[in-house]
């Protein structure tokens, strides 16, 4: 059972955003500093990555380690209410993560996820991002 009403918890979950997240704003600030240029809201085979490195022809995506099913995170719990749904929900997340990253990849796109908890550990540095956009690998978790 919710601890809260209904109506607190449309609310609540009304407050979560979609876009300009911290861990995301994060991202962006780190590679702005760093002398990488990149753009937003750009679609790429009608996928919305949350940064595209035009230059690296790379697309970062940043991860929240709940809606995107982060596997061992301790940030990663299935809610204790309406269960069936939540895992159907964060199921179907994962499935279409998959099939954005095979698109990308298909079409000579890398793609680099950077976890929250990665994030909020501090355990990213650039040096991470520029190792991937060096190396030849077409896919990568941080």
Request: with cysteine; net charge positive.
């Given at each position: ?55 690296h022809k790379t697309c ?38 998959l099939r954005t990253i ?41």
């Amino acid at each position: 059972m919710d601890v809260h009403s209904k109506k607190i918890r449309s609310y609540n979950m009304s407050r979560i955003k979609s876009y300009n997240t911290k861990p995301e704003i994060y991202i962006r600030k780190l590679l702005h500093k760093n002398g990488y240029r990149y753009i937003l809201k750009s679609r790429i085979n009608n996928i919305e990555p949350d940064v595209v490195l035009t230059k690296h022809k790379t697309c970062v995506f940043v991860h929240g380690c709940f809606w995107h099913s982060h596997a061992n995170c301790k940030y990663n719990v299935i809610p204790k209410s309406n269960t069936n749904f939540w895992k159907e929900k964060l199921n179907k997340n994962k499935e279409r993560d998959l099939r954005t990253i095979k698109t990308l990849n298909k079409n000579d796109w890398k793609t680099l996820i950077i976890w929250e908890c990665t994030i909020k550990k501090k355990k990213i540095s650039i040096n991470d991002v520029k190792a991937f956009l060096k190396s030849k690998k077409k896919y990568q978790e941080i």
